[in-house]
């Protein structure tokens, strides 16, 4: 099913709260690293901001490119295919003063709800997770059944903080020697039932989370990417501008709150709102997927 033909596109997420914090100006240039569905794009190019939009996954950009030429005025907004980890030369290439630079981190609804990638337990689709698949050759499917029982341990352990990593590790090593496992079910069900051995009397919601999480992660390198990126967009950002990082997970969440201290320590400007944004309870009942969502804001010097 393609993108714009299915109903489960991306709600934006803190979508109010982000527009009033970056403060949008007219005819002045914000940066939208991860464009995804085009939500926060939209509704910054309908407050007369100009847009710059970043995503590594095609099919995100076909969705949003047709959507933002629709609903917005022409020549307002540029789309860039590409890994935000080449932010720098992006906007070096476009020669853009930029007013204020935005991370949605993680992966859209689209993305999760059956673009035949794998990204979801939910959906049986084969091991792939690649958010750019032309450009990227590892599969999760290829951590899974090529890493070391150890390397599996370490990445579920620390992309995806699961307490029964050693066990879950040790079952895909064990499972990997009678079959190979290809499918999202597959890895599924092997999560499930170490949480039924280990914990018989609880029912867990979706034990397969954190090492979802995990493969995701890895495979897309994202934490390095977005270090990368993150470091990137306060120099090119003008004086007075902002930064705005939603994040989804603790491990995203400590890198924007140890870089925006380390800016703040450095006098290069000050973090907005002493604790993260969380939606409200009238959002995250609209949109489920809002709940873990954490908006944190910067303001350069
Ligand atoms: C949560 S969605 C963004 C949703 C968007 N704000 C909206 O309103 O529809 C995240 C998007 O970022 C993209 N993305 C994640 N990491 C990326 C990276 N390193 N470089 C470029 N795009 C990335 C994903 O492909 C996905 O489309």
């Given at each position: 099913m393609k993108n714009n033909e299915q109903n489960n596109f991306h709600k934006p997420v803190l979508l109010q709260e982000v527009i009033n914090y970056l403060q949008i100006q007219s005819d002045k240039w914000y940066v939208d690293c991860t464009l995804g569905s085009g939500g926060h794009s939209e509704a910054i190019l309908k407050l007369g901001g100009k847009v710059l939009a970043i995503d590594q996954d095609q099919e995100a950009i076909d969705f949003a490119k047709e959507r933002l030429a629709k609903n917005c005025p022409k020549g307002t907004f540029k789309i860039v295919r590409a890994n935000f980890a080449s932010l720098k030369k992006i906007i070096e290439e476009n020669q853009l003063e930029v007013q204020g630079v935005l991370f949605d981190l993680g992966v859209s609804t689209y993305q999760l709800t059956g673009n035949g990638r794998g990204f979801s337990f939910q959906v049986e689709e084969s091991l792939d997770m690649r958010m750019d698949p032309e450009n990227q050759t590892v599969t999760a499917a290829d951590l899974v059944n090529g890493l070391y029982e150890n390397e599996l341990e370490k990445l579920i352990t620390e992309y995806g903080q699961d307490r029964l990593a050693k066990s879950i590790a040790r079952a895909i090593v064990l499972e990997r020697k009678i079959q190979a496992i290809r499918t999202t079910t597959e890895l599924r069900e092997i999560i499930e039932n170490i949480y039924r051995r280990k914990y018989s009397s609880k029912s867990f919601r979706n034990p397969a989370t954190k090492t979802f999480q995990a493969l995701r992660i890895a495979v897309n390198?994202?934490?390095?990417?977005?270090?990368?990126?993150?470091?990137?967009?306060?120099?090119?950002?003008?004086?007075?501008?902002?930064i705005a990082v939603i994040s989804f997970h603790e491990l995203e969440d400590r890198i924007v709150k140890h870089q925006f201290l380390a800016w703040q320590e450095n006098e290069l400007g000050q973090i907005i709102a002493k604790k993260p944004i969380v939606p409200e309870l009238k959002e995250i009942i609209n949109n489920p997927n809002s709940r873990s969502s954490k908006l944190r804001i910067f303001e350069k010097n």
């Open positions: 390198d994202e934490l390095n990417n977005f270090k990368k990126a993150l470091k990137v967009s306060l120099k090119i950002l003008s004086p007075k501008g902002r």
